[in-house]
């Protein structure tokens, strides 16, 4: 702990030599490594004790959700590019073929290690608190029966067994879907002598089911659909023996390729390339780890495999459908406290929202901070005959979300609503085109951006006339317009009136629902046209302040770290002696540490209760010391997305976003410390060592109690 203390107190003096600006391959991490050393700092928090059970659990989850995506996506590109040759080094080096050799080795180790916490250290926890998931050879005579009746009346039926032979070819089963292989002994009506079928589980079913409990038995008990499936293979199999039976699942390229340089209409072309996803190339496959090794070698050839993307496991192939068993639970002494996110006064909703902002800028933190303001401006929008217009950008917002209900309510009353829809966020394509068109039905103007860019930037703005003049109001975010999200993921919300802010809003919304030449602005960042720039010149900044002999800090917290540029200007100011620390969760491409290049350079990641999400810079020379962001520190945010990075002008608020990243800064509970070799160790596992999010949770909000 003292290391980490001595650099973020005193950083070193410059030298006199000149400052080195070309650096090779060795000062940084390769990107997919350090993505996966992400996922397993979350697969760590399964082993935490400090989290209650179920949560610990829910971890374990999480860990199986974020290696579907790793695969879907970050392999699938990898493997895209040694197949067409166009492998692309990153800037460490390493190719993309090797790249996938290490990840290989990363992979199965994590797997392996995933399914020893499940089986060795959670399920028995689990079991000392009356949950049990129960194992085929461990049903009593009475749950077979209950179990027996299940699958007849809700399985039997819906279930289609197909036979691998000639006139039945291997079939084309759809991405991340549930399946068993089944070896068979003898023949049937039509006298085939077929040796294997594949029984697909229907994804109408639940993968968990709880067994009924009564008066003597007061267990939480579960059985899995695969054990069911199995236990009764060989009913979709009359006269004929089943003799194996192997849960199998398959993994496929989801990133969708969108044209976008020949494409007529967006939308047509993303719903047209969302039925293609369920169905791209294979790119892993996962075995229960007793299936044979000729079964194994079969499925490998039909999928175009190698044994370096076979995965074997020691239970469930789809780990994270056990997200279901908490919504059958209640045991809220083994979760997480529930807890009330502060709420200041003049922003509950029976204040006039536009008269308080009016009145000054608010900045909330959620989900310490109550989401519900930002529900409350917009609906008091849509309901004021003052307000002329509503402009908003939407990216994520979830299933029925209430901010497209207010939305669709505002323009049924005549407001002048217009929404930045981006069809192409990865995985909510569908959603999105779903609420487009609810949009569109209930008269708002709906366009989705600029071809080529994602819109990731989080705005609002509202045009309210008062006293004959039109006055804006804004909200601008580093997260998305997610009411859930906001409960689980951290991110700071701003609501403002100030007029240079609002005017630079409406200018990017001119850019994103009109054309024309890039508008100046007066104190908003956007990407792709001047973020880079504006945070190049201010790591400048800091860079003259130190040469000069002035105290000078920076201070980055974000999700990921990758931009080349933006790294080696971070290289050159820990040479020149400017403090800097980053609190990157995810993925960190900066080596830290390094003698004569990054010694002055903290990186620390916190995995906790809590998604971190929000961006935030802190300046400490420039002029407007403290910014927050929609974008990461990454190439796409910086260079093919539209975002944007706002100052925190009132000195009030920036003094408390300079605290906030102070106490993450401080954190001895959650952090991981990223070393020059580019490793990552937690600082300290004391049981009473408390959280910064705890620490932010008591603070503000007074009814978070541990039971």
Partial sequence: ??????????????????????????????????????????????????????ERLK????????????????????????????????PDGLSPRATLRKLSEMCHAYVQKQYQILNDVLLPQLEKEDIYFIKREDWT???????????????????????LDPSHPFPKLVNKSLNFIVTLKGKDAFGRESRMAIVPAPRSLPRLIKLPSDDENTRDEFVFLSAIIHEYVSHFFHGMKATGCYQFRVTRNSDLD???????????????????????????????????????????????????????????????????????????QLEYPEFSPELP????????????????????????????????????????????????????????????????????????????????????????????????EAGAVVCYGVVGYKTHAKMMMILRKEDGEYCRYIHLGTGNYHARNARLYTDYSLFSADKNLCEDVHNIFQQLTGMGKTLPMNSVFNAPFTLKKKILRLIDGEIEAA?????????????????????????????????????????????PGMP??????????????????????YFENAENKVYA??????????????????????????????????????DEGQSWILDQHGDYRLITDKPNQKFVQQILLDKHCETAKAE
């Fill in 1 to 54: 702990m003292s290391d980490k203390k001595q650099t973020q107190t005193e950083a070193s003096s410059p030298s006199e030599d000149k400052l080195i600006t070309e650096f090779d391959n060795n000062c940084f991490i390769n990107r997919e490594v350090s993505h996966m050393l992400f996922n397993a700092r979350v697969l760590e928090q399964s082993l935490d004790q400090r989290h209650p059970l179920l």
């Fill in 59 to 90: 971890f374990l989850l999480i860990f199986s959700s974020n290696m579907d995506e790793f695969f879907e996506v970050r392999i699938a590109k990898l493997k895209r590019q040694v197949l067409f040759g166009r492998e692309i080094f990153g």
């Fill in 141 to 163: 005579k009475p749950q077979k029966e209950w179990i027996k009746g299940y699958f007849e009346k809700e399985v039997a039926p819906i279930i289609s067994p197909i036979a």
């Fill in 258 to 332: 969108v044209n976008e340089e020949e494409m007529e209409d967006i939308a047509a072309e993303v719903k047209g390339k969302l039925l293609n996803r369920r169905y791209g190339n294979a790119v892993r496959l996962e075995v229960v780890e007793n299936c044979p090794q000729h079964i194994k070698d079969f499925l490998l050839e039909k999928y175009e495999l190698t044994e370096k993307d076979l995965y074997e496991t020691n239970g469930p192939v789809n780990l994270q459908r056990m997200f279901s068993v908490f919504g059958m639970l209640e045991k809220p």
């Fill in 345 to 440: 006064s003049s922003l509950d909703s029976t204040s006039n929202l536009f008269d308080s902002i009016k009145a000054q800028d608010y900045l909330l933190l959620h989900p310490y901070s109550s989401f519900n303001p930002v529900l409350d401006l917009l609906r008091q929008a849509a309901n004021d005959p003052n307000v002329m217009s509503i402009k908003q950008t939407l990216y994520r917002v979830g299933h029925d979300s209430e901010i497209v209900n207010i939305l669709v309510e505002a323009a049924r009353r005549g407001k002048e609503v217009t929404v930045v829809v981006e069809l192409r966020a990865r995985f909510d394509e569908q959603e999105n085109l779903w609420l487009a068109s609810r949009l569109q």
């Fill in 547 to 591: 040469k000069s002999g002035k105290s000078a800090r920076i201070i980055f917290k974000a999700n990921s770290i990758t931009e080349k540029e933006v790294i080696k200007r971070l290289y050159i100011a820990s040479q020149a002696g400017v403090k800097i620390d980053l609190i990157i969760r995810g993925i960190c491409v900066l080596r």
């Fill in 596 to 617: 004569g290049i990054s010694e002055n350079i903290t990186v620390q990641s916190i995995i906790g209760r809590f998604l971190e999400h929000t961006r935030a810079f």
């Fill in 629 to 666: 962001s929609s974008a990461d520190l990454m190439d796409r945010n910086l260079k093919n997305r539209v975002e944007v990075c706002f100052p925190i002008l009132s000195p009030k608020l920036r003094d408390r976003v300079i605290n906030d990243l102070m106490m993450f800064i401080e």
